[in-house]
């Protein structure tokens, strides 16, 4: 028998997270006696102490840091496992693709187009994800495409191609104090005024947010729309892709503002677990990809 269990490596690496054992039994629906007791069982095991214990201060050891970097990626591969069996696929033809709320649906109807010709029998889910929330639905298996923004995620088993990048512009409405001010607008300007944004539809995944400000003020909406529609109506301020919104910009329903901080570039990536097979799979792999090789992909975004 194994001196250490999958669940073992699970606590030592909750502790390290959360900074506590106290932390760790709230996040493990645990008592802090019984993840004491359990790290203490570990440690006699082993033969080896795991933590330095300074009053509530708790760091690893050398020992403890070894075990969670060889340890961390068998957490990873048995919850990937997990999520793969539990959310295998009912139908032997059906496709799964989830797209970022921020990029719009219009650029794949033809590609739908030509699948239902090629195809007989069509099962098609189409999903709509914000942010990491997309990299979720691919480590729970409930997608066989994503079509995501930013980085990938620690824990992600990914293949990955680029598609391109979104830039983004502070939006307003003309009728908003920013857009009369005619000078750029700060950091201080930013904090005291409301952002509109799509929140984080991720569950389990954690948004890596660099450079982005400590909001005092926020609106989070589900998409896109809904957070044109409050921006439109002087509502707050908002980050927003230029290309996505030429007719609010051509009939002066949202102007665009110069700022002291922009907002970062976001990557766009075709993602799909290195396990997928299948010819149904295979044929939007090739044809998602041809658009790379095309260079359409951020062609077709300014004109959808």
């Known amino acids: 028998m194994t001196r250490l269990s999958v669940d ?23 008592t802090p006696s019984a993840i004491s007791y359990q790290v ?3 440690e006699s095991r082993l033969k080896v102490k795991l933590f330095h214990r300074n009053g509530p201060i708790i760091r690893l050891t050398k020992e403890g840091e070894f075990l969670l970097q060889e340890g961390v990626w068998i957490l990873n591969a048995v919850q990937d496992l997990e999520n793969r069996v539990r959310n295998i696929p009912t139908l032997d033809n059906q496709i799964r693709i989830v797209v970022e709320k921020f990029l719009p649906l219009d650029i794949f109807v033809q590609d739908i187009r030509d699948y239902i010709n090629t ?3 069509i099962h098609i889910s189409i999903q709509r994800e914000a942010m990491t929330g997309a990299w979720d639905a691919l480590k729970e298996n409930r997608a066989d495409f994503i079509i995501a923004l930013g980085n990938v995620p620690e824990n992600v088993k990914a293949k990955m191609q680029l598609l391109g990048k979104l830039s983004f512009a502070l939006c307003v409405s003309p009728s908003h104090p920013f857009a009369s001010k005619n000078k750029v607008i700060t950091r201080e300007q930013l904090l005291n005024d409301i952002h509109v944004e799509i929140a984080d539809s991720s569950h389990e995944l954690s948004f890596n947010r660099e450079k982005e400000l400590i909001l005092q003020k926020q609106i989070l ?3 896109l729309e809904s957070k044109l529609i409050l921006i439109k109506r002087g509502i707050g301020y ?14 002066q329903e949202l102007v665009i503002v110069p700022v002291e901080i922009p907002k970062d570039d976001q990557f766009i990536w075709l ?8 010819g149904h799979f295979s044929w939007w792999k090739e044809r998602l990809i041809k658009k790379i090789d095309a260079s359409s992909f ?7």
């Open 8 to 30: 073992a490596i699970n606590i030592i690496n909750t502790i390290k997270k959360t900074g506590s054992f106290s932390t760790a039994a709230d996040v493990l629906h645990k």
């Open 119 to 121: 195809s007989g029998n």
């Open 40 to 42: 203490l069982n570990i």
């Open 238 to 251: 908002g980050f927003i892709c230029p290309s996505h919104i030429k007719n609010e910009l051509k009939k």
């Open 298 to 304: 951020t062609e077709n975004l300014s004109t959808a």
């Open 271 to 278: 993602a799909w677990h290195p396990a997928s097979k299948g």
């Open 221 to 223: 909406v589900c998409d």
